[in-house]
């Protein structure tokens, strides 16, 4: 098989295809690289479009150097930065890819989304990859999305009939002011909230992402990341409209698994601290 992204190939309909958006990621591109080396070994005919927002660590030289060897499409958003606030950028960012692919013909089996930073220093193997299409197949489901070790992260995107986190971010902000205050949110509410998610069975819900998530092609399609408002985390906005529109539910898939970010990890009082003043740092430097 001819894994490349030639003509011959990119004119076929892909197995998979995998959305990312990245910046400043350019410790972690060779793990993302590998990933995608292995779902191609593994048989799956794979298609790769990577969002670049301006990075200043060589990031956009990997990628043409990736793009160049065929194992990828580098899609420049740059256009991103001149959007005021995170979510709005990524919303924007991720809107932009799903229009890329949407441009090349009739969706792929499946659409693999999925992030390019610390989380995928260690991505899943292509066998989990494989499992977790085979019951993406099963009726009543439109997407199935990772979990994470040593505990699940990704709360903002997060939504079932009992619990959201779509004003998380909110309720963060008017903690922050302390140091000591803002642990203690950390470590009575989000904390506790990541601790229940972190599951060896499988869990239903309505919106998931944490890291990576396998989508129905043709659902896929049906959703979007736009929301005038930008209130909410991009995949919650884009996971409630595909629920909508299909009448299906998402899997977290225990098998299918990423390591927690460094940066989500639960930690004491004094690592915390020094976590979040390395973070503060490193927004500065980047700008």
Not at 18 to 27: I, P
Not at 174 to 196: C, D, E, I, M, N
């Amino acid at each position: 098989m001819n894994n490349s992204m030639s003509p011959a190939v990119s004119e076929a309909r892909p197995d998979i295809a995998v959305l990312a958006l990245t910046r400043n990621c350019a410790a972690t591109l060779p793990a993302f690289l590998r990933f995608l080396a292995s779902l191609r070994a593994a048989g799956l005919a794979c298609r790769a479009f990577v969002g670049e927002n301006d990075s200043r660590d060589g990031t956009g030289a990997l990628l043409a150097a990736a793009e160049a060897r065929g194992e990828l499409r580098h899609v420049p958003t740059g256009f991103m930065a001149e959007t005021r606030g995170r979510l709005a950028r990524m919303a924007l960012g991720r809107e932009h890819l799903k229009q890329v692919l949407d441009a090349q013909g009739p969706p792929p089996a499946c659409v693999c989304v999925a992030d390019i930073d610390n989380v995928m220093a260690r991505p899943p193997g292509a066998g989990a990859v494989l499992a977790a299409l085979e019951k993406l197949e099963r009726p009543g489901l439109f997407a199935v999305s990772a979990a994470s070790r040593p505990h699940y992260y990704d709360l903002l995107a997060y939504e079932d009939e009992t619990v959201s986190y779509e004003h998380l971010l909110d309720d963060i902000a008017r903690h922050r002011r302390g140091a000591l205050g803002y642990y203690r949110f950390f470590s009575g509410t989000v904390y506790p909230a990541q601790s229940a998610l972190t599951r060896e069975r499988e869990t239903t819900c309505f919106s998931a992402f944490n890291g990576l998530t396998l989508y129905r092609g043709a659902d896929y399609r049906l959703g979007s990341y736009r929301d005038e408002a930008y209130a909410r985390c991009e995949h919650l906005t884009f996971n409630r409209r595909v629920a909508a529109a299909t009448g299906r539910r998402m899997l977290v898939d225990p098998g299918l698994v990423l390591c927690t970010p460094g940066d989500h990890a639960q930690r004491g009082f004094v690592s915390f601290y020094a976590s979040r003043v390395r973070k503060l740092a490193v927004a500065r430097l980047r700008g």
